[in-house]
């Protein structure tokens, strides 16, 4: 959660606003003020202020019911939502598990309706009021942004909702759901780079939103990728936990312990496998065969373990019945290795060949 600000909880899933959404905030308000003073006769700097500030912040909480809206739905399908986080270019929700092709479609198309019909409520507004008053401007400029998200999310790629929709219709019947994911990523990356070229014609004709459309093309597009391959691990590895994958590994060796008596008691046919290493009661590093090639055999008679292991970090330790796809999306820690614990207790590891097997599902 790093850069975001937690605003709360939501049916148990943490809310939090990326600081880019409050960039959002911003622009939208600049926007409507801009507007303001164009469309409104007479239109004053201060109220125009004053209902450009409110109209940012309404814009982000539009983007949050549209999450919500997800998480509500998600919620009543049996799922749990873990977050929603919000920033400049919309919001995501993270949910656990792989839904059946109907509670996909169910939670993905969720938003879109929220966000049409809300946007659609608040163009009502200048009919009401006027086009040209104050408060009827800006409800047509928030209306028309909602309506912009909702259809914007109904295109067929990754990471928009309309990808979920597709894949959930190229899913149906228990086809490949990993393949399908490929094909909606394919999708987004395309969307995206179209994105973009529309961007660049726009700044071409000197239209300076254009920069908007290129940096938002640039964001779809490369979202695409990592969302994508989150999804295809997901649904690869839906059900299984970090356990079914480690090796189990003996009692943590000592640091005090000698090289020497390591690769004794542990090495097994030309490596020595990667092994956690504790202090007093504490699993403090890893030691394996890399570690060992650093030295010169002459040295590991007298070379201690706690000398030559590689410390590890918060980011190396999982719990044993943890999702495996949480462990291959978390960031690399320190060791580059993941120690496995259950109860607070060592009780396996997983290393760069364990790793790459496991990837090797997904690339076949």
């Not at 994105?195 to 459309?213: E, I």
């Not at 070379?303 to 980011?315: D, E, N, Q």
Request: charged share 15%; glycine share 14%.
């Amino acid at each position: 959660m790093n850069g975001a600000i937690r605003l709360g909880r939501l049916s148990g899933a943490e809310v939090v606003a990326d600081a880019s959404a409050f960039l959002l905030a911003g622009l939208f308000g600049g926007a409507v003020f801009i507007h303001l003073q164009q469309v409104v006769p007479g239109m004053s700097a201060e109220v125009a202020s004053v209902l450009g500030v409110v109209s940012g912040i309404a814009v982000v909480g539009c983007v949050f019911l549209h999450e919500a809206s997800h998480v509500v739905v998600a919620r009543r399908r049996g799922l749990t939502v873990r977050s929603i986080r919000l920033y400049m270019f919309g919001g995501y929700s993270v949910i656990d598990g792989v839904p059946s092709a109907r509670t996909e479609f169910l939670v993905s198309i969720a938003g879109p309706v929220v966000s049409v019909s809300l946007g659609l409520l608040l163009l009502s507004g200048p009919l009401l009021l006027g086009g040209d008053t104050p408060v009827g401007a800006a409800m047509w400029a928030l209306g028309l942004a909602n309506v912009t998200i909702g259809v914007f999310n109904l295109l067929p790629g990754f990471p928009l909702d309309g990808g979920r929709i597709v894949r959930s219709m190229l899913s149906r019947g228990g086809r490949d759901r990993v393949r399908a994911t490929r094909i909606v990523t394919r999708f987004g990356r395309v969307i995206g780079v179209a994105v973009m070229g529309v961007g660049a014609f726009l700044v071409v004709t000197r239209h300076m939103a254009g920069l908007f459309w290129i940096v938002a093309g640039w964001f779809l597009a490369t979202t695409a990728v990592s969302a994508g391959r989150r999804e295809e691990l997901s649904a690869a590895f839906d059900g299984m936990t970090v356990a079914d994958v480690m090796r189990p590994t003996p009692d943590a060796v000592s640091g005090n312990a000698t090289i020497s008596n390591v690769l004794d008691l542990y090495e097994i046919g030309p490596r020595l496998r990667s092994l956690p290493v504790e202090m007093s009661g504490r699993v403090v590093g890893v030691i394996g065969q890399d570690e060992v090639d650093s030295i010169s055999p002459s040295r590991w008679p007298s070379m201690r373990v706690r000398a030559l292991m590689t410390k590890i970090g918060p980011a190396d330790i999982v719990e044993a019945e943890a999702p495996l796809e949480s462990l291959l999306l978390r960031p690399a820690g320190l060791s580059g290795r993941a120690i496995v614990v259950r109860d607070g207790v060592v009780v396996g590891i997983i290393d760069g060949d364990a790793l790459a097997g496991v990837l090797g599902i997904v690339d076949r």
